[in-house]
């Protein structure tokens, strides 16, 4: 059961062994290098732990999909207390928390807990990873006996996790240097990554430093030390354990030899555990304050969950995203879980890019140099396929990788087999999204320079697929056949309106774009169009562009999700819209069946609303609301924030903020205890954001253009937050009728639309509602 | 804590999760074609589930050895009362019993458990691997509600087991058919060997069958259905689940292709399904007191209790042989655990052959031939070594792997390194325990098949490569250095008594037998000469044989073990010879501090005088015997037994007696929970089975003569067996001072000695001590 009453810390008010996960995953801590799943230091059933290091995919076979590999666990701690084992499933426990604090990105654990033999303990359970020193994990354990007690401690470095039971390792060396620091040296076995794993132990009793009695094993696949101690009843014996990870594929570690990394980490690992846990944990919480919380202030007069929900939506999104390396991306379930295998989506353009774009460009500028890094997967895809140009892969790895999507995966409840996933094959509209990122992330910022490095190329080499993937049909007109658009309960359909509308967009860019650099930038565009042969595509794509088909609003204005979506059948939803758990409806229909039904897994026209919102009258913005929402299950998380932020534009705030809560609970409902097993919901934290700051607080990039009209709710009196326009940071306070934004740069006047009225200022705006 | 009161059962009689291996161990099932260990139906934390397949060896990695791999788990089943998990360390229970039952093979566990919503169950859980189909498993759940009680079955077929985190299939196809029967076909990574397993379930509630309402689940790796079923109070609710696994390296499997195996499998499975529970057992039943109760009876006049382990000791024999192909050997853990890797080790010949040489020659048969078609790698071995001949690997796993002992494990204390072992360099009196097997093999048969075809080029090869490594002394000797001999705490000594006896041993006897051979059997003669050489050799034999360097007795009339031993230090052993555990001077000090130790790991001149007991006197025995059993730890579950057989044959069964209830413990001990972790300790129940029959019983061949000459301890009055000696059926009837031996298949006189006599019999010799 978690507990949402402060405004910087969720806590978990008693330990539930059936739901670990929930607890694993959304407590994970980290710091874009690697994330640590936040499983208990001693064992239990049905738990997962997972330590993960951005960037280090590998293939355990080839009928498997590279995936970021589980590395060895550095946190299990087991500790004997006169000869019980410390498990709290046994005995009585009393005070029991444990606590996230978004604040210091410190997880604490205390509990006072009598053992089968009736003694009693408080403990205390500490541990953070620094946010400073990326490659550190430090943790406390204090152990206050009510009677004398001998304590054992059993702790090392476990090599024999898997992902669900793929081992990506070979062993490597096991070493004690010393007989006290602990390296693990393991490879993995495709990619050829090795990881420099080490751990010390540090020790006091009743404040005074130790050495305690201590062995040392070296066992298949894992090493560790029992030490051991007295203590006094009333003494506190405490426990300080060090941890690092390095590996060759690190930037901060090129050009080094396994051996001199090997060396190097255990120099680190030494200085760590001379600096100490409170020095550690210090620096890292002056590193959240100054990275996080200074920077990307929002503040909410409403409700302490609803401001909490947004530091924990900012707290992931920050360990979740290895800004330190343009090689990485975003994967769907950031650090804190195996699902989706580390790989990266749509999610992290559509999603996540607007809260780094506005708020961390240079993070945002670096998931963008990810895409153009990735082009060459990107050519091999479109090429395999028979098509021109770049043609992003639905689910991206390491640079090289190309698509890396699953073929299947699921339970076909029919035919009793796995499920065919489509999207790697046909989910195309990643290819405009990627480009959409592009022009989002310029329009906002301003990068010229990223521009002219990437971003035109990206932009021209994606409407180069696009225009490869149109097929002629009778009417004259060009299609896109054979797709899965946003929503994934339709797969094998024509003309999906998202897809063909934002391709649409795309190929008009990237003949804007290359008009202008022939005008503007004849040596830019001159060796762009020996790369991609612009002089002989753009007539091609004048011509095809303005014969896409796209579907139109019916008489009753409701957009047509495809061609032919309104003519399937509807059926009773009203089980599944009331549903506990998402993907209810494949426990009774396969996904042939689902495809032949009027029934959406996820926002799909709404996005296209969304991104291209200039495009669409409100009334048909209403109309398709009102006709696919209640055919609509949210079985992705991805849907209710887009729901949300579609319902604050057309003007119904509080049906947004209703849609907002509901987000809220995609990993937290305490109703739901499984949906985090496999990782948080990434994309649904930047969606959070969305929500609030794009929905309420009413900041959008619209055609280019910078615009701020909040629709508040009423449960939100006051929304502050910051953004940065074009190198300008602004500061913004929305009230159900005003905006005050106050540039803080203050370098040059900005141009912003209020409420449909355009302003131009230099220090301050203030503007109120008719 | 486990119960040996009854002759034919071992029941744990309170559970202890904290010990789960030695139940899981010592209770394992199998068939020579698979071995299941014991694991609960429920998970518990610090179980092992292992399900290993004879022969299906595979290479996780270039840097690990090849292994036995660890199939998918098909016993889980989760049950879930009212909501709550049937988790024996939740609640509170009643007339708990777990019982092995020997004569039938069934393994049965009773519990009458309360769940802390204070709801009271009972339940019976049944296992069995059938003997007769070599295939199937067959489980049955019981559960017997105190009230109305809701009951969720979850069970199918989990792959993410591993063997230590070393994962050894691809995940392969995952399916239902009819939504009832999951099939699961991993593959090996390196081995290529497809495995198909099979499961399925059937229900009763009240003793009518239904179909209760389920679901299918595939996930990555594993895949099960979940059952609900509603019971009144009182009402009985029983599943029968059947499993079967299938390889396509079974050779009742060859030809077909992998669907057809899958085929095969499945309707296999629907047979087994068909037959149920209840038939599945008694046919195993009846196979177990066909192949192993009835084929070698051995009843003792004494403690239940030792008549309990030595059935314990047929028991793991038959389970641990696959006795099915000869492509396969046995593994030093038997099925019961990962430990050794399912490797062959001279553990077949000295310790366990004599069993099966005696009782099952077939069997002995079938593991001597697996020898001979091992010959590629032994060829290999000594090549690569630079010697001629075959030198067979100190561990030995498929036909062509060669060597596989792995080349790191365990702890330096001193280095705080991996221990790099040295047993699959120089552990090289492997060779010449192949050649004693073979010729042990053929004295007791009288196989002269098995001579013509492998037995005499077995011997004459190893001869070979004994003559090769003899090397040149400055004393005008030959010497056999840097060695490690039975004794594994010396590491590179120079003339290990052992191995250069059992090396002259062998050259003498390919002398003998070439000698032999060239006079009566020309054409096979020619071929050998052929194929190895030998009218090139035998000279160089003959010269080379009376040079060999032997330690002689000194003037203790202590044999020396190898060169330098005698002129060790000794240090203060009492500590390790009361130690609880074995290995505990390895926490002390590092191996090549051992090695300057007068100290041993196990037998090894014992074994000498044990295998070659005619070349040394009484008295070198007893010297020998004094002077090195107090400095031997007995750190190997080898030795007890072969100072058991040597203390009676020297005259004092007392001691012999109390070795053998020494022995007894080695897995079973109830102080010494672990000790079956990695499996039990297989050649150690050919040495109960050599203690009773050898050591007591007196049985031996001796230089290719019968001797029947019983020392029996007191708590023995009398004792039963009986044996095969060329063919023919001996009864045996052991008291302190009469034997009656009856020949019950009485085709020819047998020539026997008897407490020094020699008698020659036709039907029945009845013979008194003087």
Redesign the interface.
Known sequence: MLDFTDPWKITEVNFDP?ALGKVEANFCLGNGYLGLRSATEE???GETRDLLVAGTFDR??P??VTELPNAADVTNIELTLNGC?FDL??GSMKNYHRTLDLKTGLLVREVTWTSLKGETFTLKFERVVSLKRLHTIAMRVSVTPEQDTKITFQSGID????C????HF???Q??????KYLQFTPKT?QSDITFVIDAAHKFTVGGQGVEPAS?????????FSRFTLEAEAGQTVVLEKFANVYTTRDKDAAGLSVAELQEYALERLKEDALSGFDVLAAESADAWQEKVWDRVPIEIDGPDYDQLLIRFAQYHMQLMTPAHDNRMNIGAKGFSGEGYKGHTFWDTEIFLLPYFIFNMPDVARSLEEYRYLSLPGAHAKAKHNGYDGAQFPWESAWLDDGEVTPEYM??D?IT???IKVWSGFIEIHITADVAFGVWQYYMCTGDQDYMDRYGYELILDCAKFWASRLEPGEDGLLHINDVVGPDEYKEHVNDNAFTNYLARWNIQKALEYAAQLEAEKPELYAALDEKLGLSELRPVWAEKVEKIFLTQPNEHNVLPQDSTYLTLRDIDLSKYKAQAHVGGIM?DYNQDQITKIQVSKQADVMVLFYLLEDLFPREVKLASWDYYEPRCLHDSSLSLSTHSVLASDIGDPELGYSMFRKACLIDLDNENPHSSDAGIHAASYGGLWQCAVYGFGGLRMLGGKLRISPNMPQAWKKLRYTLLWRGQKLSVTATADTVEIVNETGAAPVTVEVWGKEYTFDKELTAAKD
């Open positions: 059936s064992k239990y059933l355990f076979s009928e498997e084992r499933t046994q090599g024999r996790v898997t669900d039971g793929s081992q070979t062993e490597g096991t070493r004690f240097y010393d007989k076995i062995d040392i094993n070296i066992l298949r696949r894992h090493m699921g339970t409840i009793g087999q796995s426990k």
